[in-house]
């Protein structure tokens, strides 16, 4: 595992010692401090204000939690620029079509990428791959759609991934299966007695489902 990987290697061990997807909670609070940064130092960089302005803004998602942050210089200088472009085309009566991408979103998938690939190549059985392992099979593993990631790349190329991480997750997900379609047997009519058997965790596996499918981070 080369030097310049070991900040991937403690996040991740880390990570994986909290509840949920460890690649979803790596994302969140990355994108989370890259905001804080963003809003600090980049506000007054042309390119970045460019690209922002292009791109209609933050995304719903990433701009959910901006009123939550302390520069309110930064984001009404930023909400200037879109609520211009949006006078512009109420007052033209056309739609109005961002043409960009939402920067958080681009460093978002930049970050998984950069992890993802980073997993896929943590089979060379070195002593910190071998303590990876350990706490990532201790995990909840990645959800669905990062272990997608995980497994094809961004141009849809299959990756090879290592074969305990491979075998961890096909296991889980089938567990889950097992449990999802036992929950969905026994909540028939007629079967109470049955589904009052079923521990806490598999009365509310279909919490866990949901997670699952659509990631952990909030």
Wanted: hydrophobic share 40%.
């Amino acid at each position: 595992m080369p030097v310049d990987k070991h900040i991937n290697f403690f996040e991740l061990q880390k990570a994986a010692e909290k509840p949920g997807c460890p690649l979803c909670r790596i994302v969140a609070d990355r994108a989370e401090r890259y905001i804080d940064n963003m809003l600090f130092e980049h506000v007054s960089d042309r390119v970045f204000r460019a690209n922002h302005r292009a791109a209609g803004g933050f995304c719903d998602f990433h701009s959910r939690n901006l009123a939550a942050f302390r520069d309110g210089l930064a984001v009404a200088i930023m909400g200037r620029d879109i609520l211009e472009d949006r006078i512009v085309a109420f007052e033209k009566h056309r739609p109005w079509k961002p043409k960009g991408q939402c920067p958080i979103c681009v460093e978002r998938d930049r970050i998984e990428e950069e992890y993802l690939s980073f997993l896929s190549n943590a089979g060379g059985g070195s002593s910190e791959e071998l303590e990876l392992q350990a706490a990532f099979e201790k995990s909840e593993g990645l959800c669905a759609p990062h272990y997608a990631g995980l497994c094809f790349t961004p141009k849809e190329k299959a990756r090879n991934i290592p074969r305990w991480l491979k075998d961890f997750h096909e296991k889980k997900f089938n567990e889950l299966l097992r449990r999802t379609s036992q929950f969905i047997e026994f909540s028939a009519y007629g079967r109470q007695e049955e589904f009052a058997k079923l521990s806490e965790k598999d009365q509310l596996v279909w919490k866990e489902l949901a997670l699952t499918l659509r990631g952990t981070a909030d």
